[in-house]
């Protein structure tokens, strides 16, 4: 069959050239080395898998799935080896590795006993199909216990990490799903099972995806990468139909299908790389601008904290007496400069944010303690309101959780300060609950509510409601933007609820216990 000896070609180059292609990103790195190693092993197999398809004659059909074994023994043992390099546990999963290296030893010797594979024979469509020998079970209970062993060791990190690595991890178990998924479906007619290896080119696109992750890991560029092996791929199985014409004719063809895929391929790249020159030019400029903004702030903040000084000073009496007159302008001026001095902040935080300059320090917090201080704090502003601010407690204490507390603190005065705004007559309710493996708070007041329009771009940077614009003139449409910034930054969800105008509004913030 034309398809398994291709699509084994096909695992062949791509795991041959990408193989090559990251041990020479970085040639010292155990990741990457390890890496080449199994995609070398891969290489060995699928080449050898190659040869056994195109076979002729049983004998070198049998001496090629032997062949194939040998690569295939060595693929979990290296794979293993790569992966307790790239999750950092070398240390203490050394002497798995070293058990496992012992028994691909062992396997190794008795590759080319008949205790491994006895002999070929035809199966289904297949000429000389392998027959199983002795040891044959054992060695794919190896194969899978390595294989199925890294999965659960990255599966576990997986949950653990946050960043880069926590992509890179994604795409490597993506890949690996895909990839011994596919080349699993071979072992099946090994047990007279008539399912078809159909799975075999799978293996290419796990090899890719393995290597996506080590050598680039913004998701940005990994997007533009995908774009690049696939031009690639489809130029490897192009090349490869041609390697196999069988007439003058069909070599006429193929070959130039191939070299017309190759010129648009080619430019398909350009065009991508040229995106991405674009977009560094895009960031240099945001960068530039981030900067901007954030080094305005701070000379903006000096004065407007010199300016509260002084008028608070004012108003206190400490220039002498102040006439009834002034006391209620200045009042006035007090409080313009104090949400003067809010706003900077926000856009300071915005600044840092967009710059990636704000740290993140999450210590072990309760968040109801969180939300009872700020209830204290804001209750004599609600107080004067006429509004009542009321906190509903959950039956059972919340478990307390990794949370960065000024930013989160930050966040719910936010809200609850808002929603005293935006709200004329009745009150603030604020709920506290533990939802599956999540913690919850809502807070819902009685106010001007949300439209569905102004709802959609409510978070985004200075967007204001109707809401906002009447009734108060002075806000920014900023505050939103960073509450939600800070809660992505703890994983959470930050959305809002209302029936429509005068309904009120019900904000949620979910953030993840773990
Ligand atoms: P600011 O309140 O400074 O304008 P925010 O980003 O905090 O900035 O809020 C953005 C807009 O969302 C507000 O201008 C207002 O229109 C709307 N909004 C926020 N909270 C409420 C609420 N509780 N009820 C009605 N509208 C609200």
Not at 272 to 300: D, G, M, P, T
Request: hydrophobic content about 50%.
């Amino acid at each position: 069959m034309e398809i398994y000896s291709l699509t084994a070609l096909i695992n062949a180059i791509t795991s041959f050239v990408l193989g090559i292609f990251v041990y020479f990103k970085n040639k010292k790195a155990p990741i990457n080395k390890t890496f080449a190693l199994f995609a070398f092993a891969v290489f060995f197999w699928s080449f050898s898998y190659f040869l056994w398809q195109i076979a002729k004659d049983p004998q070198s059909a049998l001496f090629w799935s032997r062949s194939l074994i040998l690569g295939a023994i060595f693929i979990p043992i290296f794979y293993f080896h790569f992966v307790i390099y790239f999750l950092d546990i070398f240390e203490e999963k050394k002497r798995i590795l070293v058990f496992g290296y012992v028994l691909a030893l062992i396997f190794f010797f008795l590759t080319f006993t008949s205790s491994m594979i006895k002999g070929v024979t035809p199966k289904l469509f297949f000429p000389y199909w392998p027959e199983p020998g002795m040891v044959f079970s054992q060695f794919l209970l190896m194969f899978f216990g390595y294989i199925i062993y890294s999965w659960y060791l990255m599966f576990r990190a997986y949950e653990k990490l946050t960043g880069i690595k926590h992509e890179q991890v994604k795409y490597v178990l993506i890949g690996t799903f895909i990839g011994f998924f596919g080349g699993s479906t071979n072992y099946f007619l090994w047990y007279d099972i008539p399912i078809l290896p159909l799975g075999n080119g799978l293996v290419a696109v796990y090899v890719a995806l393995v290597a996506v992750a080590i050598v680039k890991y913004r998701l940005m560029n990994i997007r533009v990468i995908l774009t690049e092996s696939l031009v690639v791929l489809i130029a490897f199985i192009l090349l490869a139909e041609t390697i196999i014409s069988k007439s003058l004719l069909e070599l006429l063809f193929r070959g130039s299908l191939f070299l017309f895929f190759c010129f648009i391929g080619y430019l398909l790249i350009k065009s991508v790389l040229n995106e991405i020159k674009l977009r560094e030019k895009l960031e240099i400029a945001n960068n530039a601008k981030s900067e901007f903004v954030s080094i305005a702030s701070h000379q903006l903040r000096t004065p407007l904290t010199a300016v509260k000084g002084y008028i608070s000073l004012m108003i206190d009496g400490t220039y002498g007496k102040l006439s009834q007159e002034l006391q209620k302008p200045l009042q006035n001026v007090y409080e313009s400069n104090e949400k003067l001095i809010d706003l900077v902040n926000n856009l300071l935080n915005l600044s840092r944010l967009e710059a990636g300059k704000i740290e993140f320090s999450p210590t072990l917090s309760s968040l109801e303690k969180i939300v009872s201080d700020i209830i204290e704090e804001l209750k004599i502003n609600a107080d004067k309101n006429g509004l009542y601010l009321k906190l509903v407690k959950p039956k059972r204490a919340l478990p307390e959780i990794m949370i960065d507390q000024s930013k989160i603190r930050q966040v719910i005065l936010n809200i609850i300060d808002n929603a005293i705004k935006y709200t004329k007559d009745g009150g603030i309710t604020i709920k506290l609950r533990e939802t599956d493996s999540k913690e919850q708070i809502m807070i819902s007041d009685t106010g001007i509510g949300i439209s569905q329009d102004e709802m959609k771009g409510l978070f985004q940077m200075f967007s204001r409601a109707a809401a906002g614009t009447k009734l108060h003139t002075n806000g920014s449409g900023v505050g939103l933007h960073v509450a939600k910034k800070f809660i992505e930054m703890h994983r959470g969800r930050i959305w809002v609820e209302s029936e429509g105008k005068d309904k009120g509004s019900t904000f949620f913030i979910e953030l993840p216990i773990k």
